[in-house]
Protein backbone atom coordinates (compact mmCIF):
# COMPACT_ATOMS: atom_id res chain seq x y z
CA UNK A 1 0.00 0.00 0.00
CA UNK A 2 1.12 3.17 -1.07
CA UNK A 3 2.25 5.63 2.44
CA UNK A 4 3.89 9.32 2.77
CA UNK A 5 7.47 9.11 3.71
CA UNK A 6 9.28 11.63 5.29
CA UNK A 7 13.53 12.45 5.60
CA UNK A 8 15.32 12.52 8.01
CA UNK A 9 13.30 10.61 10.52
CA UNK A 10 15.70 12.68 13.41
CA UNK A 11 17.50 16.10 13.05
CA UNK A 12 19.51 17.66 15.42
CA UNK A 13 20.83 21.27 14.80
CA UNK A 14 21.60 24.31 16.41
CA UNK A 15 20.12 27.59 16.15
CA UNK A 16 20.32 30.13 13.69
CA UNK A 17 20.57 27.08 11.32
CA UNK A 18 18.36 26.43 7.93
CA UNK A 19 17.01 22.94 8.10
CA UNK A 20 15.06 21.18 5.02
CA UNK A 21 12.70 18.71 5.82
CA UNK A 22 12.03 16.56 3.52
CA UNK A 23 8.46 14.31 2.19
CA UNK A 24 7.40 12.16 -0.70
CA UNK A 25 3.77 12.08 -0.85
CA UNK A 26 1.63 9.35 -2.60
CA UNK A 27 1.83 9.69 -6.17
CA UNK A 28 -1.22 10.33 -7.37
CA UNK A 29 -2.15 12.83 -4.48
CA UNK A 30 -2.95 16.39 -5.01
CA UNK A 31 -2.95 18.10 -1.97
CA UNK A 32 0.17 18.49 0.42
CA UNK A 33 0.14 19.33 3.96
CA UNK A 34 2.33 20.36 6.80
CA UNK A 35 1.71 19.92 10.52
CA UNK A 36 4.14 19.91 13.55
CA UNK A 37 3.39 18.78 16.79
CA UNK A 38 5.35 20.33 20.11
CA UNK A 39 5.69 17.33 22.30
CA UNK A 40 2.96 16.82 24.64
CA UNK A 41 0.77 18.99 22.57
CA UNK A 42 -1.97 18.74 19.57
CA UNK A 43 -1.05 18.73 15.94
CA UNK A 44 -0.83 22.19 14.76
CA UNK A 45 -1.40 23.11 10.75
CA UNK A 46 1.01 24.98 9.26
CA UNK A 47 0.34 25.01 5.36
CA UNK A 48 -1.32 23.48 2.82
CA UNK A 49 -0.08 23.12 -1.17
CA UNK A 50 -1.79 22.87 -4.06
CA UNK A 51 -1.17 23.33 -7.59
CA UNK A 52 1.71 24.51 -7.01
CA UNK A 53 1.09 27.15 -4.61
CA UNK A 54 0.24 27.97 -1.00
CA UNK A 55 -3.43 27.50 -0.33
CA UNK A 56 -3.95 28.14 2.83
CA UNK A 57 -1.45 28.80 6.07
CA UNK A 58 -1.74 29.47 9.62
CA UNK A 59 -0.16 32.15 11.50
CA UNK A 60 2.30 29.59 12.77
CA UNK A 61 4.07 29.72 9.17
CA UNK A 62 5.89 33.29 9.36
CA UNK A 63 8.21 34.67 6.97
CA UNK A 64 10.77 31.77 8.60
CA UNK A 65 9.17 29.10 6.74
CA UNK A 66 9.15 28.17 2.88
CA UNK A 67 7.86 25.11 1.12
CA UNK A 68 8.38 23.93 -2.16
CA UNK A 69 7.53 21.26 -4.64
CA UNK A 70 10.79 20.99 -6.58
CA UNK A 71 11.00 17.97 -9.11
CA UNK A 72 6.89 16.69 -8.74
CA UNK A 73 7.75 13.83 -6.42
CA UNK A 74 9.44 15.48 -3.22
CA UNK A 75 8.02 18.33 -0.83
CA UNK A 76 9.74 20.32 1.37
CA UNK A 77 9.20 22.72 4.36
CA UNK A 78 12.20 25.14 4.83
CA UNK A 79 12.56 26.78 8.22
CA UNK A 80 14.98 29.67 7.29
CA UNK A 81 16.93 30.37 10.73
CA UNK A 82 15.76 27.72 13.20
CA UNK A 83 15.37 29.05 17.06
CA UNK A 84 14.42 26.61 19.96
CA UNK A 85 10.87 26.51 20.04
CA UNK A 86 11.03 25.14 16.54
CA UNK A 87 11.57 21.80 18.00
CA UNK A 88 9.28 19.81 17.59
CA UNK A 89 7.76 16.80 15.53
CA UNK A 90 7.12 17.67 11.78
CA UNK A 91 4.92 15.43 9.98
CA UNK A 92 3.77 15.97 6.03
CA UNK A 93 0.50 14.96 4.90
CA UNK A 94 -0.83 14.15 1.52
CA UNK A 95 -4.11 13.52 -0.32
CA UNK A 96 -7.31 14.29 -1.82
CA UNK A 97 -10.24 16.74 -0.61
CA UNK A 98 -11.49 15.23 2.69
CA UNK A 99 -8.83 12.72 3.25
CA UNK A 100 -5.08 13.09 4.66
CA UNK A 101 -2.47 10.50 4.91
CA UNK A 102 0.16 11.31 7.33
CA UNK A 103 4.25 10.28 6.95
CA UNK A 104 6.05 9.25 10.02
CA UNK A 105 7.22 12.56 11.05
CA UNK A 106 10.49 14.40 11.30
CA UNK A 107 11.59 15.05 14.93
CA UNK A 108 13.35 18.45 14.84
CA UNK A 109 15.96 19.23 17.72
CA UNK A 110 17.04 22.48 17.68
CA UNK A 111 19.64 23.30 19.99
CA UNK B 1 -13.01 29.44 13.63
CA UNK B 2 -12.94 25.91 13.42
CA UNK B 3 -12.28 24.14 17.21
CA UNK B 4 -12.17 20.68 18.78
CA UNK B 5 -12.41 19.75 22.05
CA UNK B 6 -11.78 16.22 23.49
CA UNK B 7 -12.02 14.92 27.01
CA UNK B 8 -8.93 15.21 29.13
CA UNK B 9 -6.82 12.64 29.92
CA UNK B 10 -5.24 10.46 30.61
CA UNK B 11 -7.56 7.69 30.49
CA UNK B 12 -6.54 4.29 32.08
CA UNK B 13 -8.16 1.30 31.51
CA UNK B 14 -8.17 -2.74 32.34
CA UNK B 15 -8.22 -5.01 29.63
CA UNK B 16 -11.70 -5.79 27.99
CA UNK B 17 -12.84 -2.49 29.86
CA UNK B 18 -15.53 -0.31 27.98
CA UNK B 19 -13.70 2.54 26.33
CA UNK B 20 -15.38 5.80 25.49
CA UNK B 21 -13.39 9.12 24.78
CA UNK B 22 -15.58 12.17 24.13
CA UNK B 23 -15.31 14.54 20.90
CA UNK B 24 -16.88 17.85 20.44
CA UNK B 25 -16.89 20.12 17.64
CA UNK B 26 -17.44 23.83 16.40
CA UNK B 27 -17.57 23.90 12.93
CA UNK B 28 -19.52 26.64 10.36
CA UNK B 29 -21.12 24.19 7.50
CA UNK B 30 -20.28 20.57 7.17
CA UNK B 31 -17.23 19.02 8.08
CA UNK B 32 -16.10 15.49 8.17
CA UNK B 33 -15.13 14.14 11.37
CA UNK B 34 -12.11 11.92 11.89
CA UNK B 35 -10.02 9.93 14.72
CA UNK B 36 -6.49 9.28 14.11
CA UNK B 37 -4.23 7.00 16.80
CA UNK B 38 -0.60 8.00 17.62
CA UNK B 39 1.07 5.29 18.85
CA UNK B 40 4.34 5.94 21.14
CA UNK B 41 7.13 6.94 19.14
CA UNK B 42 4.79 6.68 15.66
CA UNK B 43 3.35 8.97 13.45
CA UNK B 44 -0.39 9.59 13.39
CA UNK B 45 -2.41 6.90 11.44
CA UNK B 46 -6.08 7.61 10.41
CA UNK B 47 -8.33 4.80 12.62
CA UNK B 48 -12.24 6.22 10.96
CA UNK B 49 -13.67 8.58 9.84
CA UNK B 50 -17.51 10.20 8.91
CA UNK B 51 -18.36 12.58 5.98
CA UNK B 52 -21.70 13.41 7.24
CA UNK B 53 -24.19 13.50 9.81
CA UNK B 54 -25.44 10.21 11.09
CA UNK B 55 -22.82 8.38 9.77
CA UNK B 56 -20.75 6.16 12.02
CA UNK B 57 -17.42 5.03 10.82
CA UNK B 58 -15.76 1.95 12.12
CA UNK B 59 -12.44 0.05 12.58
CA UNK B 60 -10.59 -2.28 14.31
CA UNK B 61 -13.56 -2.25 16.90
CA UNK B 62 -13.60 1.33 17.43
CA UNK B 63 -17.11 3.56 16.21
CA UNK B 64 -17.88 6.71 16.57
CA UNK B 65 -21.15 8.23 15.11
CA UNK B 66 -21.43 11.97 13.74
CA UNK B 67 -23.88 13.72 15.54
CA UNK B 68 -24.96 16.51 13.92
CA UNK B 69 -27.43 17.86 16.37
CA UNK B 70 -25.05 17.27 19.40
CA UNK B 71 -21.92 18.39 17.36
CA UNK B 72 -19.93 15.42 18.57
CA UNK B 73 -18.27 12.37 17.30
CA UNK B 74 -16.95 10.05 20.68
CA UNK B 75 -14.75 7.25 20.34
CA UNK B 76 -15.92 4.22 21.47
CA UNK B 77 -14.84 0.38 21.97
CA UNK B 78 -17.00 -2.42 23.31
CA UNK B 79 -13.15 -4.00 24.63
CA UNK B 80 -9.92 -2.50 24.90
CA UNK B 81 -6.79 -4.31 24.67
CA UNK B 82 -3.12 -3.39 26.06
CA UNK B 83 -2.24 -2.73 22.53
CA UNK B 84 -4.68 -0.08 22.42
CA UNK B 85 -2.68 2.04 24.81
CA UNK B 86 -2.05 5.43 22.30
CA UNK B 87 -2.51 9.08 22.19
CA UNK B 88 -6.36 9.47 20.33
CA UNK B 89 -6.57 12.68 18.31
CA UNK B 90 -10.22 14.08 16.72
CA UNK B 91 -10.02 15.85 13.74
CA UNK B 92 -12.06 17.26 11.65
CA UNK B 93 -11.58 19.29 7.89
CA UNK B 94 -14.03 22.12 6.55
CA UNK B 95 -15.74 22.20 3.38
CA UNK B 96 -13.26 22.51 1.21
CA UNK B 97 -11.38 19.65 2.49
CA UNK B 98 -7.92 21.85 3.56
CA UNK B 99 -7.48 22.91 6.99
CA UNK B 100 -7.67 19.85 8.99
CA UNK B 101 -8.34 21.31 12.66
CA UNK B 102 -7.17 18.78 15.64
CA UNK B 103 -8.35 18.13 19.03
CA UNK B 104 -5.70 17.84 21.94
CA UNK B 105 -5.33 14.48 21.70
CA UNK B 106 -6.39 11.72 24.91
CA UNK B 107 -3.72 9.01 25.85
CA UNK B 108 -5.30 5.87 27.00
CA UNK B 109 -3.38 3.29 28.44
CA UNK B 110 -4.86 -0.49 29.05
CA UNK B 111 -3.52 -2.37 31.94
CA UNK B 112 -3.44 -5.81 31.50
Known amino acids: EPEVTQTPSHQVTQMGQEVILRCVPISNHLYFYWYRQILGQKVEFLVSFYNNEISEKSEIFDDQFSVERPDGSNFTLKIRSTKLEDSAMYFC?????????FGPGTRLTVT | GDSVTQMEGPVTLSEEAFLTINCTYT??????LFWYVQYPGEGLQLLLKATKADDKGSNKGFEATYRKETTSFHLEKGSVQVSDSAVYFCALVDNYGQNFVFGPGTRLSVLP
Open chain 2, 27 to 32: ATGYPS
Open chain 1, 93 to 101: ASGHSYEQY
